[in-house]
């Protein structure tokens, strides 16, 4: 069984960080693209970021580049998600998800989701 599990989230005041972890079990880590989306409340799933297989590769959309960094462990079968100069418009429901694919922004191309973790950031 498939599990990808968030953490890190939480409040922070504009222009602060936070680190967010997925940690995953039941696949073979290092053969997927990992990325990173996120949901406000009302709007459609946002990609954000991935990174390639071995971690070589890393994609980002415009919203987050300069600001945000993913990375990975393969031995600890973790994705992070660095944040940094964090906004007020950040405020969303952030998720993990893994894929087959080389290459995917679309949420569609993803397999294997996880439940979100909750960042909130104040003004």
């Known amino acids: 069984q498939v599990q990808l599990v968030e953490s890190g989230g939480g409040l922070v005041q504009a222009g602060g960080s936070l680190r967010l972890s997925c940690a995953a079990s039941g696949l073979t880590f290092s053969s997927y693209l990992m990325g990173w989306f996120r949901q406000a409340p009302g709007k459609e799933r946002e990609f954000l970021s991935a990174?390639?297989?071995?971690?070589?590769?890393?994609y980002y959309a415009d919203s987050v580049k300069g600001r945000f960094t993913i990375s990975r462990d393969n031995a600890k079968n973790t994705v992070f998600l660095q944040m940094a100069s964090l906004k007020p418009e950040d405020t969303a429901v952030y998720y993990c998800?893994?894929?087959?694919?080389?290459?995917?922004?679309?949420?569609?191309?993803?397999?294997?989701w996880g439940q979100g973790t909750q960042v909130t950031v104040s003004s």
């Open positions: 990174i390639s297989w071995t971690g070589g590769t890393t």
């Open positions: 998800a893994a894929s087959r694919v080389i290459f995917a922004r679309t949420p569609l191309n993803y397999d294997y």
